[in-house]
């Protein structure tokens, strides 16, 4: 079946302006995690799901970032008042999430987004 | 705290075993995983081992698992210019994300 799509898989903005950043998970999985790849940082948690809610969201760098997810499938992650330090790959993941142990998450191919 | 480090950089002849090493912090991990990711894509998983395991194999990969020291490694066997790429380690964290390492450039020169 269809893996983790997202969108845009590229986005160019000026600093400044507001994105929203796109994560289909794949069919059946009540489990989705936003993540950030950076040279400097590598790839850091953002925000995880389990259906639509996010149980801790002190992942997310500061509070212009925001992530919501309706309906258990698809989720936006918002960036506000982009700043340059905000480009980077932004990988979505999903799982079958509930007590499964193993639970392997499955990546999406990223989105690249480049603050002018 | 939680933290996953390996090295940077790896180099081998095509043919030759690759050997990836990671450490980690968190001894309470019950799964620990390896990811590849080739330039400009999505990563992959490769595989994942139990922590009440001490080896793994699937085809040319072998996961080592070193509870006592915290020590993971992925060996390749026959390395190709295909697995050129970058391997990242990872456990799970407290909210069953992935806490990755650094990652390691695997170059493979024919």
């Known amino acids: 079946g269809a893996g983790v799509s997202q969108s845009p898989s590229n986005k160019v903005t000026e600093k400044g302006k507001d994105v929203e950043l796109r994560c289909d998970p794949i069919s059946g999985h009540t489990a989705l995690y936003w993540y950030r790849q950076s040279l400097g940082q590598g790839l850091e948690f953002l925000i995880y799901?389990?259906?639509?809610?996010?149980?801790?969201k002190s992942g997310l760098p500061s509070d212009r970032f925001s992530a919501e997810r309706t309906g258990g499938s698809v989720s936006t992650l918002t960036i506000q008042r982009t700043q340059q330090e905000d480009s980077a790959v932004y990988l979505c993941?999903?799982?079958?999430?509930?007590?499964?142990?193993?639970?392997?998450?499955?990546f999406g191919p990223g989105t690249r987004l480049t603050v002018l | 705290g939680e933290d996953v480090e390996q090295s940077l950089f790896l180099s081998v002849r095509e043919g030759d075993s690759s050997v990836i090493n990671c450490t980690y912090t968190d001894s309470s991990s019950t799964y620990l995983y390896w990811y590849k990711q080739e330039p400009g894509a999505g990563l992959q998983l490769l595989t994942y081992i139990f922590s009440n395991m001490d080896m793994k194999q699937d085809q040319r990969l072998t996961v080592l698992l070193n509870k006592k020291d915290k020590h993971l490694s992925l060996r390749i066997a026959d390395t190709q210019t295909g697995d050129s790429a970058i391997y990242f380690c990872a456990e799970k964290g407290r909210q069953g994300n992935l806490i990755f390492g650094k990652g390691t450039k695997l170059s493979v020169k024919p």
């Open positions: 799901f389990q259906g639509n809610s996010a149980p801790d």
């Open positions: 993941a999903s799982s079958l999430g509930g007590a499964r142990r193993t639970d392997t998450q499955y």
